[in-house]
T-cell receptor
Framework: QKEVEQDPGPLSVPEGAIVSLNCTYS??????FMWYRQYSRKGPELLMY????GNKEDGRFTAQVDKSSKYISLFIRDSQPSDSATYLC????????????FGDGTTLTVKP | SAVISQKPSRDICQRGTSLTIQCQVD?????MFWYRQQPGQSLTLIAT?????????ESGFVIDKFPISRPNLTFSTLTVSNMSPEDSSIYLC??????????FGPGTRLTVL
């Protein structure tokens, strides 16, 4: 079993929909939780970063972490065609980011 | 954030040859990393590039196959040695100034025939 499991998708939604992207994990030592967005033929870019449990909001994006359930989510409100990309969750035990463990990614398509 | 460039962006190589990928960051970073990403799959960490010393490799990756250099705080190279078709992948360089905020290069698409 993988340490990080991500809803596989693909996911297709109409423009303006609320999108929920989810990951579960098994390592209770994970303290840092990240979401990356990766456009086709590009490198991943950091979208959201959360330490420990709680919510973090940045514009249309909200990251949630529930450590008791070992479950993290990324919500996208008022989704736009420009949000079409692959979203990767990542987690790490310490601030050494290179030791992050990545999910396999969920590909999202937002249709106009 | 910082900007990372990689060269080459893509290459097609013959079995048994080697390819060196360059990674340049536009500002100093604490740590640099090399990842491999198979199409449609997640990122797998190959190694941490340490400035002025030997890279730290993850399980399943060895220096003879993936020699890495990092002569200064903004530049690193990854060599894929004695390539086989199984090495066909996207190779990504990343930098980190701390606090898990990694930023990635655009990747090098490698096809081995």
């Amino acid at each position: 079993q993988k340490e990080v499991e991500q809803d596989p998708g693909p996911l297709s939604v109409p423009e303006g929909a609320i999108v929920s992207l989810n990951c579960t994990y098994s390592n209770s030592a994970f303290q840092y939780f990240m979401w990356y967005r990766q456009y086709s033929r590009k490198g991943p870019e950091l979208l959201m970063y959360t330490y420990s449990s709680g919510n973090k909001e940045d514009g249309r994006f909200t990251a949630q972490v529930d450590k008791s359930s070992k479950y993290i989510s990324l919500f996208i409100r008022d989704s736009q065609p420009s949000d079409s990309a692959t979203y990767l969750c990542a987690m790490s035990v310490a601030t050494n980011a290179g030791k992050s463990t990545f999910g396999d990614g969920t590909t999202l398509t937002v249709k106009p | 954030s910082a900007v990372i460039s990689q060269k080459p962006s893509r290459d097609i190589c013959q079995r048994g040859t080697s390819l060196t990928i360059q990674c340049q960051v536009d500002s100093q970073v604490t740590m640099m990393f090399w990842y491999r990403q198979q199409p449609g799959q997640s990122l797998t960490l190959i190694a941490t590039a340490n400035q002025g010393s030997e890279a730290t490799y993850e399980s399943g990756f060895v220096i003879d196959k993936f020699p890495i250099s990092r002569p200064n705080l903004t530049f690193s190279t990854l060599t894929v040695s004695n390539m086989s078709p199984e090495d066909s992948s996207i190779y990504l360089c990343s930098g980190d100034r701390g606090y898990n905020e990694q930023f990635f290069g655009p990747g090098t698409r490698l096809t081995v025939l």
